[in-house]
Structures are given as structure tokens and as C-alpha cells.
């Protein structure tokens, strides 16, 4: 099994690993590491010049003090005898930075497989969005708005507009300021060049990655505008609680 090593003091980690490795039945495979706070903070927002450059600065001190820590934490477990499988370490935001830790084996991409909104706003890597969910069109109020069924998937942590799913395709839609996404309906402005009729599918990005595994039974793969597969989330393995 892994345990998640928090990478603080080395005695008390290595004092962890001596735990685990008493226990019958448990064996201590390798130590995980999420930098929560490089990999979760975005640092190029538009709008937000300035504390988008503290925010930068702030990372650049804590990856070197982070990468310095976990290497001395992994040092100290194999003095001590412990055999380690395999190092983990990173996340989406801090894929490039972990990647010079030397002691790290393995990199989790994390919410990269998605590319959700809030990776948008990331000054060390851009990508294109992997995935989304639909809604149908079912009023159409005005010329330039329709209003979707449900799609109010807000995405975990402060609240906020950032945590909101936002208009994908078809391109140019936006969320109405004064009504955003609800868990009934989602009023959309649409460019005069977008053609809407009731039943018509919108697309949706989600903020983060759990939304639609927290609120859809399963994902598909497509491919040249064909599903291929069909995957289970993870939430009760294809059944979803929410």
C-alpha cells in the first residue's frame, strides 16, 4: 500500500515509516506528495495582474523549499533501511516544478487529463480543454439568450465565479452575470451568429475535475465524433450520489 508522506519534519515521517513497517499485513510501498499550494493556485488571471505576480513569487520560494524537503525526507527513509517502490509527487499545476525533484520517480498529471477551466489561468503551461458535459436548450426567452436544464455544477472550495461551469460550444456563449449556472436552469447569451433551438445540446467545461464524477455514471470516449468507450467515474464505480 502507499501512505500519503507530509513533507515536514524527516523524524516524523521516518518514525511513520517505522509505524507501518511493525504492522503485519502492511508494507510501506513509497511516499505521496501533493503541493497543494503551487499545484492549486492560478497565477496568471486576467484581471488580476498584480496578485497573479505575488502568487508566482510566492511559488517560486516554495518550490525550491518543497523539492529540498521531499529529497531529504526520501534520504532519510532509505538510511533507515526502507525500500521505496516508487516516489510520487505533483499535480497539474505543479507538473513542471516536480519534475526537477530528483528523488521523485512518478508524476501525477492529475486534473490535466480534463483541463477543466480553472487550469486556464496557469502561467507555466496552456492546453486544450479534454472534456465536458451537455445540456439541452429548453426556452428560448430572447433572441440572444436561450436557458439550459440544470447544469449548476459548482466546483468545490471558495465560492465564487471561478467555480462555476462556463459556456464551451458552441463558441462565443457566456453565463449571464446576474444568474450564473443553477441547479435547475442556466439562462446563456449567445452571439447573433449562434442558431439555438429547443432540444439543441450545449456544451459545458466543468471548474475542477470531480464535478462530473461526482454527478455522471460514466464518461465517453470519443473519436472522430464517435464514442468508443464508455468508462465507469469513480464515484461508486459508476454510480453517482449526487
Known amino acids: 500500500m502507499s501512505i ?40 496568471n488571471v486576467l484581471g488580476q495582474r498584480i496578485k497573479s505576480a505575488i502568487v508566482r513569487y510566492l511559488k517560486r520560494q516554495s518550490i525550491r523549499q518543497i523539492n529540498a524537503r521531499r529529497e531529504a525526507v526520501v534520504q532519510a527513509l532509505v538510511a533507515v533501511g526502507h525500500t521505496l ?60 439568450i436561450v436557458t439550459c436544464s440544470g447544469g449548476g455544477y459548482i466546483a468545490s472550495g471558495s465560492a465564487g465565479r471561478d467555480r462555476l461551469p462556463q459556456p464551451w460550444l458552441p463558441a462565443g456563449c457566456a453565463l449571464i452575470n446576474t444568474e450564473g449556472a443553477g441547479e435547475v436552469q442556466t439562462p446563456v447569451w449567445h452571439p447573433p451568429f449562434v442558431a439555438l433551438k429547443i432540444g439543441d445540446p450545449m456544451l459545458f467545461r ?37
Open 4 to 43: 500519503l508522506a507530509f513533507i515536514g519534519r524527516r523524524s516524523a515521517v521516518v518514525a511513520l515509516a517505522g509505524k507501518i513497517a511493525r504492522r503485519r499485513g502492511v508494507r510501506l510501498d513509497g511516499p505521496m506528495g501533493y503541493e497543494g499550494q503551487i499545484a492549486g493556485l492560478m497565477d
Open 85 to 144: 517502490r516508487f516516489v510520487n509527487g505533483g499535480g497539474t499545476g505543479s507538473f513542471e516544478s516536480t519534475w526537477r525533484d530528483a528523488s521523485v520517480t512518478e508524476l501525477a498529471a492529475g486534473s490535466a487529463l480534463y483541463m477543466p477551466t480553472l487550469f486556464d489561468h496557469y502561467a507555466a503551461f496552456h492546453a486544450l480543454p479534454a472534456v465536458g458535459f451537455a445540456v439541452p436548450v429548453t426556452r428560448i426567452p430572447e433572441s440572444s
Open 206 to 242: 466543468h471548474a475542477k475535475a470531480g464535478e462530473l464524477c461526482e454527478h455522471f455514471n460514466e464518461l465517453l470516449l470519443i473519436r472522430d465524433g464517435h464514442v468508443v468507450q464508455r468508462i465507469s467515474t469513480y464515484r461508486g464505480d459508476g454510480k453517482s450520489f449526487f
